[in-house]
């Protein structure tokens, strides 16, 4: 498997997962020590469709980089990140389609990171719901403080 950061042709296999019709594995290079996913499946490949009806092929490290966005300077450990995309990741992989909605996606998110980070759940779903002003915003704060006491 060829490092998609340097090229270089050897890699070693860090992690190893069943996730319903599909194994990923998590690779790390021996060249540049960087670390990359491959999916192994049987001709099955899942689609994110867009909210403008788009597609594109679902990619891990895009949740991730959305997450780590939300996330930033927030006491939030890398592996509850990681977290958050492992549970994401095998949900679109369980489901057996070829296509699932981005917002379904999106909410797996938002439900992961409320009890996650209340912080970064209000940055991601500003983001995610597209929340217009700061009505939107505050009543989805409020949404958030009544089920947290609730
Ligand atoms: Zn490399």
Do not use: H, W
């Not at 983001?127 to 915003?137: F, R």
């Amino acid at each position: 498997m060829i490092c998609p950061y340097c090229g270089f042709e050897d890699s070693r296999v860090v992690d190893t997962r069943d996730i319903g019709r599909t194994i990923r594995r998590r690779r790390e290079c021996r060249r540049c020590g960087k670390r990359f996913t491959t999916y192994e499946q049987v001709a099955l490949t899942v689609s994110v469709v867009k909210r403008d009806g788009r597609r594109e092929p679902f990619d891990r490290e895009k949740v991730m980089r959305g997450l780590r966005i939300a996330c930033a300077k927030r006491p939030i450990p890398t592996e509850s990140i990681e977290r958050i995309v492992d549970r994401v990741e095998e949900f679109v992989f369980s489901q057996g389609k070829a296509e699932i909605p981005s917002r379904d996606i999106g909410n797996l998110v938002l439900e992961q990171l409320r009890q996650v980070d209340p912080v970064a759940y209000i940055r991601f779903a500003t983001v995610y719901l597209q929340l217009p002003d700061l009505d939107a915003v505050r009543r989805e704060i409020d949404r958030l403080i009544t089920s947290g006491s609730g």
